[in-house]
Each structure stands twice: as structure tokens, then as C-alpha cells.
């Protein structure tokens, strides 16, 4: 399913991640899921969050810069080998990923993708291979 994340981007100085944080449970914004990557001048916090709409506002009012992405959200068994087994599929059809994170619990993983072509890669997702796997109904 395609949903919303957010990137923030940050400038790499203690502290920072935390602003994020206590801006979004001040205004009472839940993070389901976030990955951090850096450079070396600035950082990029991406979030799946209770709330897109409302998280922008909080977040650019606490002047950060934020920017809404389209995402896929894949959720698969959480044993050995199922991600490989999609992410073959999506290789086979040349969908090329820009990035992804993952976050399990329990007998499900949840697996965040940006790819540079959504549409293809929804197509991919959704053959009877791919929902088997992903318990999906894309």
C-alpha cells in the first residue's frame, strides 16, 4: 500500500532528533517508524507518523525543514528469506530502490520502500507470487 512518510532534515548537531521528538509528542503526533541517515554536513530523519498533515505543520513551525514523500508499506512474514523473495521480484521487473527500513514484530515485518518508480512497483506487488508473501491486497 502506498502511504505517507515524512524527511526532516537536519543539520548534524547534538540535539537535534530530539527537537524532532519532543515537537511531535508535544503535539501529540505518534512516530510508528523512522530511519536516520547521515552526511557529512546534515542528516535525514524519514517518519511514518500518526498524523502526515499535522506533523508538517508542527514540524515546519518548529522551523525544520520537511518535505512529504509517497512510500510503499510491505508487510511480509518475519522469517528467513521472505523479504529476499519479494525484493527478486522487484529486481526481476527492474524496479530499482532508492531506499527502504524495516522494523518486525512479532511474526510480521513491516517493510518501508521508496522506489523510483511507484506505479511499477506497486504493478510488481501486486501479482498472486508477491501477495502470497505479503498477506497483501494491494
Same mark, same amino acid.
Given at each position: 500500500?502506498?502511504?505517507?512518510?515524512?524527511?526532516?532534515?537536519?543539520?548534524?548537531?547534538?540535539?537535534?532528533?530530539?527537537?524532532?521528538?519532543?515537537?511531535?509528542?508535544?503535539?501529540?503526533?505518534?512516530?510508528?517508524?523512522?530511519?536516520?541517515?547521515?552526511?557529512?554536513?546534515?542528516?535525514?530523519?524519514?517518519? $511514518?507518523?500518526?498524523?502526515?498533515?499535522?506533523?508538517?505543520?508542527?514540524?515546519?513551525?518548529?522551523?525544520?525543514?520537511?518535505?512529504?514523500?509517497?512510500?510503499?508499506?510491505?508487510?511480509?512474514?518475519?522469517?528467513?528469506?521472505?523479504?529476499?523473495? $519479494?525484493?527478486?521480484?522487484?529486481?526481476?521487473?527492474?524496479?530499482?530502490?532508492?531506499?527502504?527500513?524495516?522494523?518486525?514484530?512479532?511474526?510480521?515485518?513491516?517493510?518501508?520502500?521508496?522506489?523510483?518508480?511507484?506505479?511499477?512497483?506497486?504493478?510488481?506487488?501486486?501479482?498472486?507470487?508477491?501477495?502470497?508473501?505479503?498477506?497483501?491486497?494491494?
Amino acid at each position: 500500500m502506498t502511504i505517507k512518510q515524512i524527511s526532516v532534515f537536519l543539520e548534524n548537531k547534538s540535539g537535534r532528533i530530539n527537537d524532532v521528538t519532543k515537537a511531535l509528542g508535544k503535539a501529540g503526533i505518534n512516530m510508528h517508524a523512522f530511519s536516520m541517515a547521515e552526511t557529512t554536513d546534515f542528516g535525514i530523519l524519514r517518519l $511514518i507518523v500518526s498524523d502526515v498533515e499535522r506533523a508538517v505543520e508542527v514540524l515546519r513551525a518548529a522551523n525544520f525543514s520537511v518535505v512529504q514523500t509517497d512510500v510503499i508499506c510491505i508487510s511480509c512474514s518475519n522469517v528467513a528469506g521472505s523479504l529476499a523473495v $519479494i525484493l527478486e521480484h522487484l529486481a526481476e521487473h527492474q524496479v530499482f530502490i532508492e531506499y527502504m527500513y524495516a522494523f518486525a514484530q512479532g511474526d510480521k515485518a513491516n517493510v518501508v520502500i521508496r522506489p523510483t518508480d511507484l506505479q511499477a512497483c506497486l504493478e510488481v506487488l501486486k501479482t498472486d507470487q508477491c501477495d502470497v508473501l505479503t498477506g497483501n491486497n494491494l
